[in-house]
């Protein structure tokens, strides 16, 4: 693993200045907590307020949206046209992957702390002493969504086709899983559509957890995520396609 | 003809790829179904829990009114997640009665907890089913949250459609282009008119899927194809001005998306306009999304879509706007 450090010292200066990630992390969910926040403020009361609320599921749903960014990240190599020395010098694919893994999932979740801190300054959001559990959540969370994103850029195929439509379902997901506005229902059947939504589970994980003192769904999500993440990148190393690389 | 040799190229390169042929016809069918969900999941309607003393008369005439008012869903609380279960959405309020009198949980602002609170007092004392729209907040009819909807995810896909002036730019074609004797402004217009014609075919066949489906929106057929025009226009010409900026699909297709959020969201497609703070009533001038959900409003009593003539100019006015926005770009655009 001797290969591994210097790449993962490469991609870690990559991706914290990478423009996209930084303004999908950090500036457009500020914003939006800010938009939404003032546009639902007529519809919440003091005790809690729309900030509040938004604080807590925008952070969340802009990290899923990373799994486009973290795609294309995955073929940097292809873009600027270094994957030919990468083929041929001495670094194996798990090195590669591993490096690719680690610094986006890291810079992913210090931007998340950083919203989260945020929102505690600005939005006087209150952690109630789950702040460091919120981020353990949201750590396993850039652990899913970089190891689905290295996925569909290293091993997919047919990447081009599917990172034109993985908004959409990121979209639909962040409908259900009340990013926009509190989404839920005791009819069955729409109930079992808004619970496949894996937002749904975080956002109920850290509201349960903090105001609710529950952490179980909060840690079982978190695992689920943690699992998702570890198969996604295994899958990655596995079905890492050479030719695509190039 | 210099547009039409654009056309005529875009639709060859885009035919011999089936299978996002294929995808692109399905897409109206995908904005179909998330219409209908969409709709179901944001209609106004009240979820109430309820705990405490259950033997009172108060209880059982509220409780039992309750039951039968349209909209309204009734459910046994859990005393120990009242809070989790207001925030998340669970509940809209929770009523927790006592042995002669009920008190009202809620993250929701004071005058819906006012208005639920008068509301469950009438019926204590009169059980008879009202009205429950004032409780409600939101007033967004089915026509307009469904247009607004359409508006939003056109966007988004006139976008990945547009991508391909993207891939001119990456793969040198616009290069050969611009050494060409044609205009900045026939490559434009001629990905323009293809990227329309395939918007407006997604838009034909979800309107038509609707009116198969009988999902009435309360507006005429021809009135929506009319106003089908505008939006598609719309939707296209941003498609073309986000594609000519960037040089990458990723970052075309984030910026997007991000900008077709905030629109929506100053528009009035999350929360009607009336209900929206006085400044962002101002500031949503700017989102055509707002002028649609208007004319749509205005449709919905019978109007005819040309009768929006001010709708229609502004419309226009954005539509041109972004075109010369993406004429400049494209002209000054490197294409080393």
Redesign the interface.
């Known amino acids: 693993m001797k290969n591994f450090i210097p790449i993962f010292q490469m991609e870690m200066k990559r991706r914290s200045r990478d423009f996209f990630i930084i303004f999908y992390n950090i500036i457009f969910p500020a914003v939006i907590i800010l938009l939404l926040g003032y546009l639902m403020s007529k519809s919440y009361g003091t005790e809690f307020t729309s900030y509040e609320f938004y604080a807590i599921v925008i952070p969340p749903f802009c990290l899923l949206m990373a799994i486009v960014s973290v795609a294309y990240a995955a073929q940097d190599e292809k873009r600027m046209k270094t994957a030919f020395r990468f083929m041929s010098s001495p670094v194996s694919v798990v090195e590669l992957v591993l490096a690719k893994f680690t610094s986006s999932t890291i810079v992913l979740t210090i931007c998340s702390i950083i919203i989260l801190g945020m929102a505690k300054l600005f939005f006087h959001l209150s952690f109630h002493g789950s702040f460091a559990l919120v981020v353990f959540l949201l750590f396993c969370e850039a652990m899913a969504v970089t190891g689905i994103g290295l996925f569909l850029g290293l091993a997919c195929k047919n990447f081009f086709m599917i990172k034109n439509f993985m908004n959409l379902p990121i979209m639909i997901f962040g409908f259900l899983g009340g990013v926009f506005f509190p989404v839920n229902s005791l009819n069955p059947m729409l109930s079992s559509i808004i619970n496949s939504s894996p937002l749904t589970w975080v956002n109920r994980g850290i509201i349960y957890s903090i105001y609710g003192g529950n952490y179980t769904i909060l840690l079982v999500t978190g695992g689920m995520f943690f699992l998702v993440g570890g198969i996604a990148i295994l899958f990655a190393v596995r079905l890492f396609k050479r030719e695509e690389f190039i | 003809m210099g547009y039409f040799l654009v056309v005529k190229n875009n639709f060859k390169r885009n035919i011999n790829k089936k299978?996002?042929f294929l995808?692109n016809l399905l897409l109206p069918i995908?904005v179909v179904i998330?219409g209908i969900?969409?709709n179901?999941?944001?209609r106004p309607s009240l979820?109430l829990g309820v705990i405490g003393e259950h033997t009172t008369q108060t209880y059982t005439n509220i409780v039992n009114i309750l039951r039968n008012t349209e909209r309204i869903?009734i459910?046994t609380a859990d005393p120990?997640?009242i809070?989790?279960d207001t925030?998340?959405?669970?509940y809209t309020a929770v009523i927790a009665f006592g042995k002669e009198d009920f008190e009202i949980y809620?993250?929701?602002?004071?005058a819906?907890?006012r208005g639920l609170e008068s509301l469950l007092r009438t019926y204590a004392k009169n059980p008879e089913s009202l009205k429950i729209e004032e409780v409600m907040?939101t007033s967004m009819s089915v026509s307009q949250r469904t247009i607004a909807f359409i508006v939003l995810f056109l966007m988004?896909t006139s976008t990945?459609t547009a991508?391909l002036i993207i891939k001119d730019k990456n793969n040198g074609t616009l290069k050969r282009y611009k050494y060409s004797p044609q205009k900045a402004k026939t490559y434009i217009i001629g990905n323009f008119i293809y990227n329309f014609a395939i918007t407006y075919c997604q838009y034909f066949i979800s309107i038509s899927l609707m009116m198969i489906l009988n999902i009435n929106l309360g507006i005429s057929y021809i009135n929506l194809l009319l106003m089908g025009i505008w939006i598609t226009a719309l939707a296209t010409s941003f498609g073309n001005c986000i594609a000519t900026v960037f040089r990458?699909?990723?970052?075309a297709?984030?910026f997007s998306?991000?900008i077709v959020?905030?629109l929506s969201?100053?528009g009035g497609s999350?929360?009607a306009f009336e209900?929206?703070?006085v400044?962002?009533q101002g500031v949503s001038v700017i989102s055509p999304i707002r002028w649609f959900i208007d004319a749509t409003n205005g449709m919905s009593y019978g109007i005819n879509w040309f009768s929006n003539t001010r709708i229609i100019c502004i419309i226009s006015g954005m539509v041109l706007i972004l075109l010369v926005i993406s004429v400049y770009i494209n002209k000054k655009n490197r294409v080393i």
């Open positions: 299978t996002g995808v995908l998330l969900g969409a179901y999941v944001s979820t869903t459910d120990y997640t809070k989790v925030i998340t959405g669970k809620s993250v929701k602002d004071e819906t907890i907040g988004v990945i991508s990458q699909e990723m970052y297709s984030l998306t991000a959020l905030v969201l100053i999350f929360i209900y929206m703070p400044m962002l």
